[in-house]
């Protein structure tokens, strides 16, 4: 086959162009595996990066319906045998109240109720900028890891230590997928 000089200068132009722009940076990603108090799996919560905060979206099922509180807890680690205190306690940079509508509070790792169907599946969608997937000073990921927990009842977003949300009954240690930082692979579709 023979290719014109036209079609070689071409092709060599496409070779020496960058795969990519370098906006191609990903945005970190993060991952928790949720289980219950006699380990088996509840489903999964997904965090995503955003320019205004971290964007947790959890699929859940197997949960008493009604309220339920939800916070980041310090400690990567879920024990069932434990009742999930080897999660330590609510992610909080500084010594700080629980609750949004406590004085001093609330802490970094609150985060707004969410509800179970009647069916025990639970939907959650919510966002918080109190913390970041980086490795910077709001770190999620602090020396022991980070962990998603629900806990059996409500959080009234002031009664110490923990809002009077009842016991803990499920628990994800969180864990990354995509670094910050990370540049997206030449051969990677979008990301979505
Ligand atoms: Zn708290």
Same mark, same amino acid.
């Given at each position: 086959?023979?290719?014109?000089?036209?079609?070689?200068?071409?092709?060599?132009?496409?070779?020496?162009?960058?795969?990519?722009?370098?906006?191609?940076?990903?945005?970190?990603?993060?991952?928790?595996?949720?289980?219950?108090?006699?380990? +088996?799996?509840?489903?999964?919560?997904?965090?995503?990066?955003?320019?205004?905060?971290?964007? !947790?979206?959890?699929? $859940?099922?197997?949960?008493?319906?009604?309220?339920?509180?939800?916070?980041?807890?310090?400690?990567?680690?879920?024990?069932? %045998?434990?009742?999930?205190? +080897?999660?330590?306690?609510? $992610? +909080?940079?500084?010594?700080?109240?629980?609750?949004?509508?406590?004085?001093?509070?609330?802490?970094?790792?609150?985060?707004?109720?969410?509800?179970?169907?009647?069916?025990?599946?639970?939907?959650?969608?919510?966002?918080?900028?109190?913390?970041?997937?980086?490795?910077?000073? %709001?770190?999620?990921?602090?020396?022991?890891?980070?962990?998603?927990?629900?806990?059996?009842?409500?959080?009234?977003?002031?009664?110490?230590?923990?809002?009077? +949300?009842?016991?803990? !009954?499920?628990?994800?240690? !969180?864990?990354?997928?995509?670094?910050?930082?990370?540049?997206?692979?030449?051969?990677?579709?979008?990301?979505?």
């Amino acid at each position: 086959m023979k290719l014109s000089p036209i079609w070689l200068a071409l092709t060599a132009l496409l070779l020496l162009l960058p795969a990519r722009s370098g906006c191609d940076t990903l945005k970190a990603h993060a991952i928790a595996d949720v289980v219950g108090l006699d380990g +088996s799996s509840l489903g999964h919560a997904d965090f995503s990066q955003t320019s205004h905060g971290v964007l !947790i979206e959890a699929n $859940l099922h197997g949960l008493p319906p009604g309220p339920h509180a939800m916070h980041i807890d310090n400690v990567g680690t879920c024990d069932p %045998k434990k009742q999930f205190a +080897s999660a330590g306690s609510h $992610l +909080s940079f500084e010594p700080r109240a629980h609750g949004y509508f406590a004085r001093g509070g609330p802490h970094e790792g609150d985060l707004p109720n969410q509800f179970a169907a009647q069916d025990g599946t639970l939907r959650a969608s919510t966002i918080s900028n109190a913390f970041t997937l980086g490795n910077g000073t %709001k770190s999620l990921f602090g020396p022991k890891g980070g962990a998603l927990v629900l806990d059996s009842a409500g959080d009234d977003y002031l009664t110490q230590p923990s809002g009077n +949300s009842g016991k803990r !009954i499920a628990c994800g240690p !969180i864990k990354r997928t995509i670094a910050p930082g990370t540049r997206r692979a030449p051969s990677q579709h979008a990301h979505k």
